[in-house]
């Protein structure tokens, strides 16, 4: 796939961000980051080998929504990806603090609070996400980003989280979020026991 409308470049956006919390942070990341550069056979093909190798279940609407995004709707690889009723509740528990020795989350408050204005983003949220048993990463920081309607989430999220690490060596999970948007449920968990960061 060369080139993609609007509408399918929605539907990217909307993918990755239900699979928040059941791929594994690195995965999703680096699907995110592929699709946002233009990369679309390669995130396509990322996509689909580790939902399958991960065994992360999509439900008949997702696999639908999954299939119109693809360069090749009729790809064998989504065969191969689990099918499920209902997509499973969010692995983690999300607070507003983290625990004594959690790590301190200053320099990266700073940056993403800096930078999130180039990227149509307005209001930045930090929690303390904790894995439930099964869970695919640790315990640690996830921030969400609130960008205007019109923004681009998989430009802002492959932006700031590149800056993240460049600059700092840092790799906290970041959610982009469309500013009055229903989030999905892992998103929703994460923004309901987040901690405000100043933006600017």
């Known amino acids: ?3 993609m409308d609007a509408k399918t470049y929605a539907a990217v956006a909307d993918v990755c961000a239900r699979l ?5 942070d690195d995965t999703l990341g680096t699907v995110r980051e592929h699709y946002a550069a233009g990369e679309w056979d390669l995130a396509d ?3 689909l080998l580790n939902l399958a190798f991960e065994n992360v279940g999509i439900t008949p609407g997702e696999q639908e929504l999954i299939r119109s995004i693809l360069g090749d709707p009729d790809s064998p690889e989504l065969r191969d990806v689990p099918v499920v009723a209902e997509a499973p509740p969010p692995a983690y ?7 004594a ?3 301190d989350p200053t320099r990266a408050d700073a940056l993403l609070s800096a930078d999130a204005p180039r990227h149509g983003g ?5 929690t303390w996400r904790q894995p439930h048993d099964g869970a695919r990463d640790a315990a640690g920081w996830v921030y969400v980003l609130l960008v205007a309607e019109g923004a681009d989430p998989l430009s802002a999220y492959s932006g700031l989280s590149s800056r993240l690490w460049t600059a700092l ?9 469309v500013d009055g948007a229903s989030p999905p449920p892992y998103q929703a968990a994460a923004l309901a026991a987040a901690q405000p960061v100043p933006v600017g």
Do not use: I, Y
């Open 1 to 3: 796939m060369n080139v």
């Open 45 to 47: 093909a990322t996509l």
């Open 93 to 99: 528990r999300f607070g507003p603090t983290g625990p």
């Open 122 to 126: 307005h209001r930045l949220f930090r």
């Open 169 to 177: 060596r840092e790799k906290w999970p970041l959610e982009v979020v």
């Open 101 to 103: 020795d959690a790590p």
């Open 20 to 24: 928040a919390g059941r791929l594994s």
